[in-house]
């Protein structure tokens, strides 16, 4: 089955540190772009971070930058987000989606990350 | 960043009537390389992930119903359903892919007047 399943979320303090994974299956990881977008409780989407097939290449939007690192293991078919000083407004549920020049046509059901003291 | 404003915020339909919305775009997502418009609509209902309905603001994903269709270009686009079906209640989200970093639109929720 074609599929995208994260983990990793859950709630963390002010500064703390979480690593979310994505696991994907049925389909040739390594030929495709992935990408995280995040959404925090009632709000819209956000686009969070790209990463090309080999991983060499990389993308954030500015909020996360020095902060979150998109990797992946083309080995494991796993992307990974490895988040550090985590701030309130990182508060969202994280989705993984495969990504395609002309969008995201996988999406996994998202991991929760709740950031609160 | 390119801003993507959605209007309206939402809209209730009665069923079998048309739903359009509108997506504004703070700069053209035109390129001129390919001459298409960077720009996808997303549904995405309770509980669920979004999925992706339309892309180069025209084109339909694959399984798409055909009620469901984009037009515009530039700066200027729109969602219409031309008869809502009680299944399309949800948010829809536009998202310009023309550059990093990608934004979307603040969603529209769709009802059943």
């Known amino acids: 089955e074609v599929q995208l399943v994260e983990s990793g979320g859950g709630l963390v303090q002010p500064g703390g540190s979480l690593r979310l994974s994505c696991v994907a299956s049925g389909f040739t990881f390594s030929s495709y772009w992935m990408t995280w977008v995040r959404q925090a409780p009632g709000k819209g989407l956000e686009w969070v971070a790209n990463?090309?097939?080999?991983?060499?290449?990389?993308n954030y939007v500015d909020s996360v930058k020095g902060r979150f690192t998109i990797s992946r293991d083309n080995a494991k078919e796993s992307l990974y987000l490895q988040m550090n000083s985590l701030r309130v407004e990182d508060t969202a549920v994280y989705y993984c989606a495969r990504t395609l020049l002309e969008g995201y046509d996988l999406w996994g059901q998202g991991t929760l990350v709740t950031v609160s003291s | 960043d390119i801003v993507m404003t959605q209007s309206p915020d939402s809209l209730a339909v009665s069923l079998g009537e048309r739903a359009t919305i509108n997506c504004k775009s703070s700069?053209?997502?035109?390129?001129?390389?390919?001459?298409?418009?960077?720009l996808g609509w997303y549904q995405q209902k309770p509980g669920q992930p979004p999925k992706l309905l339309i892309y180069w603001a025209s084109t339909r994903q694959s399984g798409v119903p055909d009620r469901f269709s984009g037009s515009g270009s530039r700066t200027d686009f729109t969602l219409t359903i031309s008869s809502l079906q009680a299944e399309d209640v949800a948010v829809y989200h536009c998202?310009?892919?023309?550059?990093?970093?990608?934004?979307f639109g603040q969603g529209t929720k769709l009802e059943i007047k």
């Open positions: 998202m310009q892919y023309y550059s990093i970093p990608y934004t």
């Open positions: 700069q053209s997502v035109l390129h001129s390389s390919d001459n298409r418009n960077y």
């Open positions: 990463t090309e097939g080999s991983g060499s290449a990389k």
